[in-house]
């Protein structure tokens, strides 16, 4: 995929107008993988989460229901409770602070460029999201018009585990790495008797993102096929909206940016 293709995808799929929604990037190696999924278990064993149901929580919008947690990774303070700056939209003055203990998270968030956050995101059996849109395309700070990327890897979960984006459902299976285009109108809802856990993280689309996306190669992680299946459409009701920070006929604009 090209630089213009993945970027009218983007846009298509913010306007709600098909695009790209939703795209398995890698399979992670098995041994990578299992330390992931070890370091995550444990850290998430030692350290506080914030509560994303408590009404000062940045997601609180996102319409928790249940027990849906967060541990942020990445941050000035050193605790996995302050959220404080996940959605900041810069890369500034932010470290993951326990290298030693969890060398393999260090490795996997230091290994992505151009991070702007990095969370461990849990919902507990039973909980979910309720419908909600946000948006690609920001302005920088030169005035220009760049877009912010999610991603996903999901480390626990189970087929009942659904994401809906856009009033299509889909599963994402554990051990690769998905993009999850956060413009969709989007819910999440865990229907399963186990947690869901996944690690997310947003980044800016730079050209060092886009190479490593799309040109780059790291033995530990496999191309795969970018399909995600659809199990069923479910159209969404009335959502939950961030204001654009872009008017849509400037949004065409958008293109890599340096990071912030």
Request: hydrophobic residues 40%; contains cysteine; negative net charge.
């Amino acid at each position: 995929m090209n630089r213009d293709e993945f970027l009218e995808g983007l846009l298509a799929a913010d306007r709600h107008d098909g695009g790209l929604r939703c795209r398995r990037l890698f399979r992670v190696d098995a041994q990578l993988f299992a330390s992931l999924r070890h370091e995550v278990a444990d850290l998430r064993d030692r350290c506080k989460p914030s509560v994303v149901g408590e009404r000062s929580h940045v997601t609180n919008w996102a319409g928790p229901r249940g027990e849906v947690l967060q541990y942020s990774l990445l941050n000035a303070s050193g605790r996995t409770d302050d959220f404080a700056s996940d959605h900041d939209l810069s890369t500034r003055n932010k470290w993951f602070f326990d290298a030693v203990r969890w060398p393999a998270l260090s490795d996997w968030i230091t290994t992505w460029p151009d991070v702007i956050n990095f969370r461990v995101h849990v919902l507990a059996a039973g909980a979910a999201l309720e419908a909600h849109e946000e948006h690609v395309p920001f302005r920088t700070k030169r005035g220009g018009v760049g877009a912010r990327l999610r991603f996903h890897l999901p480390i626990e979960t189970n087929p009942e585990a659904e994401l809906n984006l856009d009033g299509a459902v889909h599963h994402l299976e554990a051990g690769a790495v998905f993009l999850v285009n956060q413009g969709c109108v989007h819910s999440t809802h865990n229907r399963g008797a186990a947690p869901r856990v996944h690690l997310v993280w947003d980044s800016f689309l730079t050209s060092a993102t886009f190479a490593f996306l799309f040109e780059a190669s790291d033995p530990r992680l496999e191309p795969a096929t970018p399909e995600v299946d659809v199990l069923r459409h479910e159209p969404l009701a009335t959502h939950r909206r961030l204001m654009p920070a872009v008017a849509r006929d400037e949004a065409a604009a958008m293109d890599v940016c340096e990071s912030q």
